[in-house]
Nanobody, 121 residues
């Protein structure tokens, strides 16, 4: 079994910052991609940012230049630094990992429970 523990969400004023963390643990041989997605009420889940094991990064268009994703492979942890937050960033943010439970096993996707981020004055 795999566990993803997300933290760092909360309420922040427009223009403020938050840092999300997601720690993966359990039956993990290796982790490939790690990323963050978000889902606002009435909207589809969308990519916020993702980072490969080698360090390749992709961002959703709406967060470029404001958000920064990073990871610590030794700690199986991915971070999302969110700056210049806007009310439209309000959503539940989900951590997602693509991992192998064993050396010769296929890759699997696993999702966290989500953490609420609310940007409001």
């Amino acid at each position: 079994q795999v566990q993803l523990v997300e933290s760092g969400g909360g309420l922040v004023q427009p223009g403020g910052s938050l840092r999300l963390s997601c720690v993966a643990s359990g039956s993990i041989f290796s982790i490939n991609d790690m990323g963050w997605y978000r889902q606002a009420p009435g909207k589809e889940r969308e990519l916020v940012a993702m980072v490969t094991r080698a360090g390749g990064i992709a961002y959703g268009d709406s967060v470029k230049a404001r958000f920064t994703i990073s990871r610590d492979n030794a700690k199986n942890t991915v971070y999302l630094q969110m700056n210049s937050l806007k009310p439209e960033d309000t959503a539940v943010y989900y951590c997602q990992v693509n991992y192998k439970p064993g050396r010769f096993s296929p890759n699997y996707d696993f999702w966290g429970q989500g953490t609420q981020v609310t940007v409001s004055s």
